[in-house]
């Protein structure tokens, strides 16, 4: 139930170069999105609502955005084999519960937009093996040991857009220093993609990584020693806190 971006990354990723893909129904809040996904996928059917996404699936994907999670359900028939995996960040397990009783399982995640490319570490609470199932096809799982835990990983996500920014920063300011905006966004995007290629293959503490990308009194250190000085790390801090008070 919801048809957006995080909708479209996990249906993408679970029918794509698969022998035999899950059926997959898709609520017709977005009708664009979930026909283009029906017209690449033949496991892929737009339902005339969501009552009929339940009628036809025992596995309930929900991913609307949180201040609509309760109009979206309040009319809704569950069976008690139904089992929701409810995606909206900061409704709690209690709530969800109530609103699609008599389901049987409800489990909170937080799968990545890279469910597309199936390389999403979908954190997930309780352990369920549904949905470990489901999200093992396209990534991996990651159990925190409680629902408050699971809340800190939800805040750690909202830095994504700031990440971005950040690179945008960047690349404007070497706009700004004489070089053409495609060719500092085009640097950009290579020299962040390859680091990440770094962080997927590293298994150790990130600060490990960081060494390994200074040298003593070169020109990196010297970024980062500005960046700390200016309390950078501080506000980042600063910023997750109130990100987490939201949460909880």
């Not at 201040?67 to 960040?89: C, G, M, N, T, Y």
Request: glycine share 6%.
């Amino acid at each position: 139930m919801g048809a957006g971006e995080l909708t479209a990354a996990i249906v993408e990723g679970l029918s794509t170069d698969v022998a035999e893909p899950p059926a997959v129904f898709l609520s017709p809040r977005s009708h664009s999105v979930g026909q283009e996904l029906a017209s690449r996928f033949p496991n892929v059917r737009v339902c005339q609502s969501n009552q009929d996404v339940l009628d036809n699936a025992l596995t309930i994907v929900l991913a609307v955005r949180p201040p609509i999670v309760q109009e979206v359900l309040k009319d809704l028939v569950f069976r008690p084999e139904h089992v929701v995996l409810s995606a909206p960040s900061g409704v709690r397990l209690e709530q969800l519960s109530e609103w699609v009783a008599p389901a049987g399982q409800v489990v909170r995640v937080i799968p990545l937009p890279q469910a597309a490319r199936k390389q999403s570490l979908t954190v997930t609470y309780p352990d369920n093996a549904v949905a470990r199932e489901l999200f093992d096809r396209v990534g991996g799982v990651l159990v925190p040991s409680d629902e408050s835990t699971l809340e800190v990983f939800s805040a750690a996500t909202a830095t994504f857009a700031a990440h971005l920014d950040y690179l945008t920063t960047i690349a404007d300011w070497l706009a700004e220093h004489g070089v053409a905006a495609e060719a500092a966004t085009a640097y950009m995007t290579h020299v962040f993609g390859q680091l990440g290629q770094s962080l997927a293959q590293h298994t150790g503490p990130l600060a490990e990584l960081t060494g390994k990308h200074m040298t003593p009194g070169g020109l990196n250190e010297q970024f980062m020693t500005d960046l700390r000085r200016d309390g950078v790390p501080d506000l980042v801090r600063r910023a997750l806190d109130r990100v987490l008070a939201r949460l909880r």
